[in-house]
């Protein structure tokens, strides 16, 4: 709802998770029904302004959604949402970035500042099957930003295109080994606004089998390998930009052990492990990776509790 092209609740940044930033003012006023069972439609009005500056954000919306869960067929999820935006604030964030072969880390993202005067169209589909061990998931996103008046001579008309397709089959072996065997497909393509920026037309074909061990009574092992298939439409630009990512085959080896307390009322989880990776690119062989990472991670939580007579919000934390 910020028009900054990251969906809210995916958003990071160094501030604190006020339920709105700092420095600014403004409303939203909004109202809907449900239309027939499991639709519902919103329409709504916001606008949001500096304190200290003379950025502003208005925008005219209305939302349809719906939810459709049928025996032996599977749930529907479709959502769509239009929206006629003037927006020059920019809502900056830190974002998790993870190249292949990397253990990543938090980049800064400037917001691209798309909604000048746009019409924004975003639409979602989602279906999800499950009998017995296999669950099959499906996913479809469409974001489509119309420039109007002034802004279309700074920008021009971009699209964001994305499917996600992905099944497990969980089954056991003995009475004490689980096997896990996932695919997962993978492609986005993203025309961009602004000519000097890469296109982005991008599939993977991820293949994995895992099999978990129990030990002792709040423990496990899990070992695992997976093969990854990535192909780029887009042709190798030159100069090459730092973005760019070649087609590339890559293989990956993890082992890991985990272990479940409970302590002073947290859940805290440890994982150990290391993990091998290997990665070929079909062109820029000279970026090839081919490393060992080991870590040690850390997480304790509050489950659900009831406080009060309401639910309390689960929290937590990591290391």
């Given amino acids: 709802m910020n028009h900054n092209t990251v969906v809210d609740r995916f958003e990071n940044d160094d501030e604190a998770d006020y339920p709105y930033r700092k420095g600014h003012r403004g409303w939203n006023v909004y109202g809907g029904a449900e239309i027939y ?53 920019a809502d900056n964030l830190l974002q998790w970035v993870q190249r292949p072969g990397s253990i990543g880390g938090l980049q800064p993202f400037d917001d691209p500042l798309l909604t000048g005067n746009t019409l924004v169209n975003q639409s979602f589909v989602g279906y999800k099957y499950t009998r017995g061990n296999l669950t099959f998931v499906n996913k479809f996103r469409l974001d489509h930003f119309k ?19 992905k099944a497990d089959y969980p089954f056991s072996i003995g009475r004490n080994i689980t096997l896990i065997p996932r695919w997962k497909n993978m492609w986005r393509k993203r025309t961009q606004p602004r000519a000097v920026q890469l296109d ?38 030159d100069p090459l930009p730092p973005e760019y990512i070649d087609d590339f085959i890559g293989r990956v080896f993890t082992v890991q052990y985990t272990n479940r307390v409970q302590y002073q009322g947290y859940s805290v989880t ?49 290391f």
Wanted: glycine content about 6%; charged content about 25%.
């Fill in 200 to 237: 982005i037309n991008e599939l993977s074909e991820i293949f994995s089998l895992s099999a978990v061990f129990p030990v002792l009574t709040r423990s496990r092992v899990e070992v695992g390998v997976e093969a990854i298939i990535f192909r780029n439409a887009v042709a190798i630009p």
């Fill in 37 to 89: 069972p499991g639709i519902n439609l919103t329409v709504g009005r916001n606008r949001e302004w500096l304190i200290a500056g003379e950025e502003r954000s208005t925008a005219i919306y209305a939302l349809l959604s719906a939810v459709r869960d049928i025996s032996r067929t599977g749930k529907f999820e479709a959502f769509h949402m239009i929206k006629s935006v003037e927006d020059n604030i």
């Fill in 270 to 318: 440890s994982n150990v492990g290391f993990q091998v990776n290997d990665i070929n690119f079909a062109n820029l062989t000279d970026q090839d990776v081919s490393n060992t990472i080991a870590f040690i991670e850390l997480y304790a939580g509050l489950e659900e509790e009831r406080l009060g007579g309401r639910p309390a919000e689960r929290r937590g934390w990591s």
């Fill in 147 to 165: 420039q109007r008046d002034d802004a279309a001579d700074r920008l021009r008309d971009s699209a964001f295109y994305g499917v996600i397709n």
